[in-house]
């Protein structure tokens, strides 16, 4: 691990309040300007002061001296403050020539008769301790006077001098005093001055209480240091306090008093001026240390919601019990308020025994919001520690403020839910629920299972939660309960996806007649190897509506049988009514589009809000969680899932999902019934990834700007005929969108008047390269069974279908011109597809089909999540008659593919057929 052992350095970033520094800066206020005119004397005369430095300084008791024939006539009583470069005048406070003058006196027109420039005339300029830092009374050699004169100090001249020297002084005749120059000073580009490095604290870490010296090391390239002293205060614009800071070893300035102690809670601000003998001053940016209060935990945690130091600097020590990421909790003892989570780049080892600083908040901003927390923690010491023993904790309180940070154990506590959303899961004692996390492992729990859980206690999104942080953290006690049945999936029309909730015996639950829909019984069960809590089981017959599937005597792992665990599922007719494209028979073209657009207009609008419920038929999963497009990943495991009504979110991927119009609202100008509400253009998808979609049109990316865990990208379009931002969700669902965008051209036909417009559509009609593309997609990736689920549950709310769902051929006849043959759909060759055999099969089954005539011919095999398995058949032309083709199980790899229910499609003719296959072993 890492932490700090060198000395401290706080800085103040970026620090712009004025700081009003004392001794170490009046190096660099000066006398620059002493006017004797040759009009109007009497009243113009003035002396003028100018501060060269890099601070602001106060005049505060300072004083301005007039002396004529070397003698006192006049004192001007300084106050208020010069800035860097500001030059001020001290005169009469009327006077003829009109300048201003900062410090008037009007005994001063009256009292000035011996004051003019000539020998014994001059100024001297007194700091607030009574000195006079600085003097000019002229001599008269080497033309020293300033009689009907301005004497000005020269450009090259940055510090103040006691001693008179004329060589720093320059005579001009004037006739007016604004022949001068009141109130401006001109000086030459100071020396670099003095370089400052190294400016620490001794100790490192200052204590409350404690008294602390500053060090730095100065160096300098020009001339040799001649000063180094330290202005320090406890407000950032009052630095009133100065140490010397001479030479102790080397290179090192080191003060000769240290800055004496402070309470806990004060922050002391301080900076270092060092000058060099080229008159070279060097001023260090502004720097702070804050006296930490020294605190056990539970002094921090106060026993209470909010720390009693919330925004308080504090240090305490402890045993790191866990770490996630930039967060790890320190423990110092046992049960409530022993805990307390650290936000800090530092890296420690969980069981070390460390010290550790950080501001407490209760808020935040970074995440862990809500939590005691210990922001910007800094890692002062470590050494190897005794992990405490978790404590352990009734459920049903363990998940509460006392035990934030704190490492509990739940012990022989029951899943009473295995997903509730973004891997977490809830558990029960008996004494109430808890919730698990996921922050430092993901663990896929068993309903009804009983587990030991130990891990931290933490607070975020609204809720505290316990943190499993390794498999070791979660230890099974026993599973008394029997398999339940957590989902069913609609996989063909007769062929259902039962998910149990653990495991199942293979025996037991390939018995198909323990599994019945109402009267029905099934005729097929097989147990997914890969997956043994899922049983694909054939039930025929079965009538569309909300249907309850039971299994009886289906036993787990350990023997634990279901007595009619029963699950309610919505069953969706894919089929095509009868009828319903009669009106596009024979149509290709433009002619068929507005057949189609005359057979689905009309549709039985919802409202905006129904579309949440609408996805629970129109876009569930076979496991019954939400189908997000823009998250799933078909052939892997999506980095999270959503249960139905976990809306909202957006701060973070996976954090609540909304409806994502696939068709940008702002295309067909807003929220404007039908299109708003239309749930062809509505999917549910990840509220943060529907964000960086916004209004960008679908298209493909090489370049990505943005990428979303599941791998849709944000950036510049590769697709010929635009080159603007797109964004190219992942191939498994570029059909699926692209068939909805056919369907808002085609739906939409002549009612788009006003739509503004997009990149990849006039109105509701296509540009040409969208067309062009989305018809390529909508080739690549065919229909799957999900989208004729979701076109057969959209038909059921909304009375209309997709038709480029139902005959995906008609996309590239509409949208491809190069596609279309001129032939009538109704004048297409036919074809007979029939049904493999054996079915199922264990080695090599036979599928067999009829062509009516010459004919381009493509068979293809799918699983169950509609991803290409194997292309048998992909010929431009076919001779009509019988053929048969042989598979023997392979996958394009030629690798043999697992037991399980496949599809296969028959393509010809501008038409499709799907049959079902069952491999077993």
Not at 280 to 286: A, F, R
Request: hydrophobic letters at 35%; a negative charge.
């Amino acid at each position: 691990m890492r932490f700090r052992n060198s000395l401290l350095v706080w800085v103040i970033a970026g620090a712009t309040a004025i700081s009003l520094s004392p001794a170490s800066s009046h190096a660099a206020v000066l006398l620059s300007e002493l006017c004797d005119p040759l009009n109007n004397y009497p009243s113009d005369r003035f002396i003028e002061i100018y501060n060269s430095g890099p601070d602001t300084v106060s005049l505060t008791n300072w004083a301005l001296v007039a002396v004529g024939n070397n003698v006192d006539i006049q004192t001007w009583t300084l106050s208020g403050s010069i800035l860097p470069g500001q030059a001020l005048v001290a005169g009469n406070n009327t006077t003829v020539a009109v300048f201003t003058v900062n410090f008037p006196n009007a005994s001063w027109s009256a009292g000035n008769a011996t004051w003019n420039g000539r020998v014994g005339d001059g100024a001297k300029l007194i700091d607030s301790g009574g000195g006079v830092i600085d003097r000019v009374v002229v001599t008269g050699s080497g033309g020293s006077t300033f009689e009907n004169a301005n004497y000005v100090r020269n450009p090259n001249i940055y510090s103040p001098n006691p001693t008179y020297t004329a060589s720093e002084w320059t005579t001009t005749p004037r006739t007016l005093a604004t022949d001068g120059s009141p109130g401006t000073h001109v000086t030459a580009p100071r020396p670099p001055g003095p370089i400052l490095a190294q400016m620490v604290t001794d100790p490192a870490f200052p204590l409350a209480g404690s008294p602390t010296h500053v060090q730095a090391d100065v160096t300098d390239t020009t001339a040799a240091v001649t000063s180094v002293s330290l202005a320090w205060g406890t407000a950032p614009a009052s630095l009133t306090n100065t140490i010397a800071m001479p030479l102790v070893s080397g290179t090192t300035y080191r003060t000769t008093a240290a800055i004496p102690a402070q309470v806990a809670g004060v922050t002391v601000y301080y900076k270092i001026t060092a000058t060099d003998a080229s008159s070279g001053i060097t001023t260090s940016e502004l720097k702070s240390y804050a006296l930490f209060f020294n605190l056990t935990v539970a002094q921090i945690q106060g026993g209470v919601g909010s720390s009693p130091y919330n925004g308080n600097s504090v240090i305490t020590n402890g045993v790191v019990t866990a770490r996630f990421g930039t967060f790890f909790a320190v423990q110092d003892g046992s049960g409530p308020w022993s805990g307390v989570w650290v936000r800090s780049t530092d890296t420690p080892t969980v069981g070390d025994q460390v010290t550790v600083r950080g501001t407490v908040s209760e808020a935040d901003a970074q995440g862990y919001a809500g939590n005691t927390l210990l922001t910007n923690g800094l890692v002062t010491s470590s050494a190897a520690g005794v992990l405490p023993a978790a404590a352990v904790v009734p459920s049903g309180s363990a998940l509460s403020e006392g035990y934030e940070g704190v490492l509990v154990k739940l012990a022989s506590a029951v899943c009473t839910n295995p997903s509730a959303g973004v891997g977490q899961w809830q558990v029960n004692d008996g004494s109430g629920t808890a919730l698990m996390d996921a922050l430092g492992y993901t663990f896929g729990p068993i309903l009804g299972t009983t587990y030991d859980v130990t891990g931290p206690v933490t607070f975020y999104g609204g809720s505290f939660k316990l943190e499993p942080r390794s498999a070791a953290d979660i230890v099974f006690v026993a599973d008394l309960a029997a398999p339940s049945v957590l989902a069913i999936g609609e996989m063909s029309d007769s062929t259902f996806l039962v998910q149990f909730t653990e495991p199942v015996d293979e025996a037991t639950s390939e018995v198909a007649s323990r599994y019945t829909i109402g009267a029905l019984t099934g005729t097929v069960a097989i147990r997914d190897p890969i997956h043994p809590e899922h049983v694909l089981v054939t039930i025929a017959n079965v009538a569309p509506g909300t249907r309850t599937l039971s299994a009886t005597g289906v036993e787990d792992a350990f023997g634990n049988a279901t007595a009619a665990a029963n699950a309610s599922f919505t069953y969706i007719d894919t089929r095509i009514p009868a009828g319903y494209y009669d009106g596009a028979i024979g149509l290709t073209g433009a002619p068929l589009r507005a057949a189609l657009h005359e057979i689905i207009k009309n549709h039985s609008v919802q409202s905006y809000d129904y579309a949440y419920t609408a996805f629970q038929t129109t876009d569930v999963r076979p496991d019954g969680k939400l189908w997000d497009v823009y998250s799933d990943i078909p052939d892997g495991t999506p980095p999270y899932l959503y249960s139905f009504g976990q809306t909202g979110g957006g701060t973070f991927e996976g954090s609540g999902y909304n409806r994502e119009h696939s068709f940008p609202q702002g295309w067909f100008g807003g929220s404007v019934t039908p299109m708003h509400t239309d749930l062809w253009i509505l999917y549910p998808t990840d509220t943060k990834v529907n964000g960086y979609r916004g209004n960008l049109p679908y298209g493909t990316v090489e370049a990505a700007s943005i990428t979303s865990l599941n791998g849709s990208q944000v950036g510049p379009n590769t697709a010929p005929g635009y080159s603007g931002t797109v964004f190219e969700p992942i191939d498994a669902y570029k059909g699926d969108l692209a068939r909805s965008t056919f369907y808002v051209s085609t739906r939409y036909l002549s009612e788009d008047g006003g739509w503004p417009g997009s990149p990849a559509a006039s109105g509701a009609n296509l540009n040409t390269w969208a067309a062009e593309l989305y018809t390529s997609w909508s080739i690549g990736d065919p229909v799957s069974q999900k989208e004729r689920l979701r076109n057969g549950a959209i038909y059921v709310i909304q009375g209309n279908r997709n038709p480029f769902v139902d005959h995906p051929e008609w996309a590239a006849q509409i949208f491809d011109p190069s596609q279309i043959t001129g032939v009538p759909s109704a004048t297409r060759a036919s074809f007979t597809l029939y049904q493999n055999a054996p079915n199922p099969f264990n080695g090599v089954t036979r599928i067999a089909f009829q062509l009516a005539e010459r004919q381009r011919v493509r068979l293809r095999v799918y699983d169950v999540s509609g991803r290409l398995i194997r292309t048998l058949v992909d010929r431009d032309a076919m001779e009509p008659g019988r053929h048969e083709v042989a598979w023997e199980g392979l996958s394009e790899s030629a690798s043999r593919v697992g037991e399980g229910l496949y599809f296969y499609r028959l393509e010809a003719g501008g038409r499709s057929e799907t049959r079902r296959v069952v491999r077993v072993r």
